[in-house]
């Protein structure tokens, strides 16, 4: 998934100097680095613009583009992904038995929800969102974990 490798790629802190890239230069630079128009899904919350990968696009763009706009972010401080999520960072949600990753993973994808997965101890791993995910989205998440005998953090 590539929002995961954005993620693990780049674990960059941000910079109280400069605010981060906004919405109009995270779309710019995604042309710029040829990745499709709607790839970018962009966001608002309390710590400005964010954008993540969209899940509406099976096929993985080419790995060149990712490179680009990934580099642009770490450059930047751009909140693309998790990447320089501001302090204290990206919130967990739960911790999830590692059997059931990629069920969560399916569970966040299909609410609308983008999450990491951090393993944490053998068998168990945290569940990892931004810090101020949309509320609608994490309802739903929450239901899910809570319906399947997850308690949330």
């Given at each position: 998934?590539?929002?995961?490798?954005?993620?693990?790629?780049?674990?960059?802190?941000?910079?109280?100097?400069?605010?981060?890239?906004d919405?109009?230069a995270?779309?710019a630079a995604a042309?710029?680095?040829?990745?499709?128009?709607?790839?970018?899904?962009?966001?608002?919350?309390?710590?400005?613009?964010?954008?993540?990968?969209?899940?509406a696009?099976?096929?993985p763009?080419?790995?060149?583009?990712?490179?680009?706009?990934?580099?642009?972010?770490?450059?930047?401080?751009?909140?693309?992904?998790?990447l320089n999520?501001?302090?204290?960072?990206?919130?967990?949600?739960?911790?999830?038995?590692?059997?059931?990753?990629?069920?969560?993973?399916?569970?966040?994808?299909q609410?609308?929800?983008?999450?990491?997965i951090?393993?944490v101890?053998?068998?168990?791993?945290?569940?990892?969102?931004?810090?101020?995910?949309p509320?609608a989205?994490l309802?739903?998440?929450?239901?899910?974990?809570?319906?399947?005998?997850?308690?949330?953090?």
């Amino acid at each position: 998934m590539i929002s995961i490798a954005i993620a693990a790629l780049f674990a960059a802190g941000q910079s109280a100097a400069t605010p981060p890239p906004d919405a109009a230069a995270m779309r710019a630079a995604a042309a710029g680095c040829h990745l499709p128009a709607d790839w970018l899904r962009i966001g608002h919350d309390e710590d400005g613009d964010y954008a993540d990968p969209s899940t509406a696009h099976r096929d993985p763009p080419a790995p060149d583009a990712v490179v680009c706009i990934i580099h642009w972010a770490g450059e930047t401080h751009a909140r693309i992904g998790f990447l320089n999520e501001p302090p204290p960072g990206p919130q967990a949600l739960a911790a999830i038995p590692q059997a059931s990753a990629v069920e969560a993973i399916r569970a966040a994808e299909q609410c609308g929800l983008l999450v990491r997965i951090d393993p944490v101890e053998p068998g168990r791993a945290l569940l990892i969102t931004r810090r101020h995910p949309p509320a609608a989205p994490l309802a739903c998440l929450r239901a899910w974990l809570n319906a399947h005998g997850i308690s949330t953090g």
